[in-house]
């Protein structure tokens, strides 16, 4: 376990719909990182927070949005969903928005269908 | 950030060192180079960093060269749980994103 959470584990949902995707950090943590996986496109970056505060962006489309909330943990939301969205989608936290001790939640599965 | 090149695959034999290249020519003086490895579809884990020095803990080695322009991870005694795609990244120590690349997947034979 490495002390980052992330909920669900895996979801299926039609093209259209829209999903939630949770994340709580490691505890002590204050930067949350989302990232994209799929199978042909590598480990993508997506955005980041800093206690509550975006703080950088990546390749992230504009049916996705993301915030931190007062308790640290994050959501990303995924809307007007299509098959290419299916992916892995990673959260990771650390503790000062440096990248030395990225902590991996073990993921959350979507499928779009 | 400075752009690395990896092997697409490497195979080691069980209970051997592992020894995994990347070259980052374009280092910068003041950016580090870090480790991370992805197990199947898990997510990835951090391995090691290190600036200039050579580094070690509990899970491995890195080697940089004296022009900081390669390094070199290693696996002491490669299991067949060490099976992975090692990620070598080059960035600065306050720069918002780990950018991944492509890396290399590492097979461990029995």
């Known amino acids: 376990d490495s002390g980052v959470t992330q909920t669900p584990k895996h979801l299926i949902t039609a093209t259209g719909q829209r999903v939630t995707l949770r994340c709580s950090p490691r505890?002590?943590?204050?930067?949350v990182y989302w990232y994209q996986q799929s199978l042909d496109q590598g480990l993508q970056f997506l955005i980041q927070?800093?206690?509550?505060?975006?703080?950088a962006k990546g390749n992230i489309l504009e049916r996705f949005s993301a915030q931190q909330f007062p308790d640290l943990h994050s959501e990303l939301n995924l809307s007007s969903l299509e098959l290419g969205d299916s992916a892995l989608y990673f959260c990771?936290?650390?503790?000062?928005?440096?990248?030395?001790?990225?902590?991996f939640g073990s993921g959350t599965r979507l499928t779009v269908v | 950030d400075a752009k690395t090149t990896q092997p697409p695959s490497m195979d080691c034999a069980e209970g051997r060192a592992a020894n995994l290249p990347c070259n980052h020519s374009?280092?910068?003086?003041?950016?580090?180079v870090y480790w991370y490895r992805q197990i199947h579809s898990q997510g990835p884990q951090y391995i090691i960093h290190?600036?200039?020095n050579n580094e070690t803990n509990e899970m491995a080695s890195l080697i940089i060269t004296e022009d900081r322009k390669s390094s070199t991870l290693i696996l002491p005694h490669a299991t067949l749980r060490d099976t992975a795609v090692y990620y070598c990244?080059?960035?600065?120590?306050?720069?918002?994103?780990?950018?991944f690349g492509q890396g290399t997947r590492l097979t461990i034979n029995p």
């Open positions: 990771a936290s650390s503790v000062d928005g440096t990248n030395y001790g990225y902590t």
């Open positions: 505890s002590g943590d204050l930067s």
């Open positions: 927070y800093y206690n509550g505060e975006e703080r």
């Open positions: 374009t280092i910068s003086g003041n950016e580090y």
């Open positions: 290190g600036l200039k």
């Open positions: 990244i080059v960035m600065y120590a306050g720069a918002q994103k780990l950018v």
